[in-house]
């Protein structure tokens, strides 16, 4: 029997500013570092083969660089024409050594991350199976938590009733942000939600890596009888042995990682101690094939998976993971997409359809502000 094999005859990559229907605020802006959210930057990939198949796959940058993402992508996209697109460790390494000179993390390895998840997603489509069947899935659907309804512009009143509403829908959780400068409203806050969907319901915190160690130390403290399932970034994001302390001085879960940009930075946290649940993000970790490295490092130390954002990769890849986690649920990308997420029972299920299961929108390719194509 000989190998099946195809080439890559066509790459296209779209810029799509994605408008979200309220500003956003979480502890970053609180602090002054940023300002409110409006929009999402969404890089798409789109791979076609000689024998007809197609690929999607999507990055993104919230805030600033999004056109840088976008011009990487650009300049390295000629790398993929040509590659049997199953050799999928092969043309990363390509794509990372077109653009050594800028690094092996952050943004470089974010524009390679929608062509890797292309070429997933193509791999599946080409199996006729689901990309968490595919990578070998140990269930069909996972737990899912939702953040959208708890962000610090929101008066409690309003993320109280949001709350209310998701767990009415199906939700598994809820999430929330901390992070004010008085910590007092914080636990107000917290308590507030606590008290409206139970002791028993699964609720979490988030403080956006905004308080400094003596503070964490007081908040988590603060924080343990109220038996959640985790508090997330409490201290800055590269601070792996300020996490590992909490980690083992408190009994809450600390979750950490969304904001490190590669599988090595991920590496280093892990041997730190710094998370009992770690956070990768596929988009800012280069893709899916550098996700896979974090989820094995991850399985290594036993630790729970939680992956951040982009729930329409991660559903596949959290479904592939040992022990059972969590995804986060956002409705901010729902109208790029042609098909959704169904939630029942507080998980959210893996559609029948393969690869990522999910097709670009007329309304994504409306909002779509720059467009490029490279052919054979
Ligand atoms: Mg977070």
Redesign the pocket.
Request: no cysteine; proline share 0%; hydrophobic share 0%.
């Given at each position: 029997m000989t190998a099946t094999l195809d080439r890559i005859t066509r790459v296209e990559i779209s810029s799509v500013t994605l408008p979200l229907p309220t500003a956003i605020s979480d502890a970053k802006v609180l602090t002054g570092r940023q300002k409110p959210m409006t929009e999402v930057a969404v890089l798409f990939a789109e791979i076609t083969t000689a024998s007809g198949l197609e690929g999607i796959g999507f990055s993104y940058s919230k805030r600033a660089g999004g056109p840088g993402q976008y011009a990487h992508a650009r300049e390295i996209a000629p790398v993929l024409i040509g590659e049997d697109p199953s050799d999928i460790a092969k043309i990363w390494d390509k794509l990372v050594w077109a653009g050594a000179s800028v690094g092996r993390s952050g943004l470089s390895v974010q524009a390679i991350a929608a062509f890797d998840v292309a070429l997933w997603d193509l791999k599946a489509k080409r199996a006729g199976l689901p990309l968490a069947k595919l990578l070998g899935a140990h269930r069909d659907s996972v737990r899912c938590y939702n953040?959208s309804g708890g962000f610090l512009h929101a008066p409690i009143g309003e993320v109280v009733e949001r709350a209310a509403e998701s767990v009415a829908g199906g939700i598994g959780g809820i999430k929330i942000k901390v992070g004010h400068p008085d910590n007092a409203v914080d636990l107000a806050r917290v308590s507030a939600v606590r008290e409206e969907i139970g002791d028993g319901a699964a609720l979490m915190v988030?403080a956006?890596q905004q308080w400094d160690r003596p503070t964490a130390r007081r908040m988590c403290r603060a924080l343990e009888p109220l038996n959640l399932v985790w508090i997330?970034?409490p201290l800055d994001a590269y601070d792996f042995e300020g996490h590992a302390a909490l980690a083992s001085n408190f009994d809450t879960p600390i979750a950490t990682g969304?904001m490190l940009t590669s599988a090595a930075e991920h590496r280093e946290l892990i041997r730190a101690g710094g998370a009992d649940v770690v956070?990768p993000d596929a988009p800012r970790v280069g893709g899916i094939t550098q996700f896979l490295k974090v989820m094995s490092l991850a399985d290594d130390r036993n630790l729970q998976l939680a992956p951040?954002f982009a729930m329409e990769i991660h559903i596949h890849l959290a479904a592939a993971y040992a022990r059972e986690p969590w995804v986060e649920h956002f409705e901010w990308l729902d109208p790029l997409f042609g098909e959704h997420l169904r939630i029942e029972s507080g998980r959210m299920h893996l559609s029948p359809r393969p690869g990522l299961g999910v097709t670009i929108s007329d309304q994504a390719r409306a909002w779509t502000v720059a467009r490029h194509e490279v052919r054979a």
């Open positions: 953040t988030d956006n997330e970034e969304e956070q951040h």
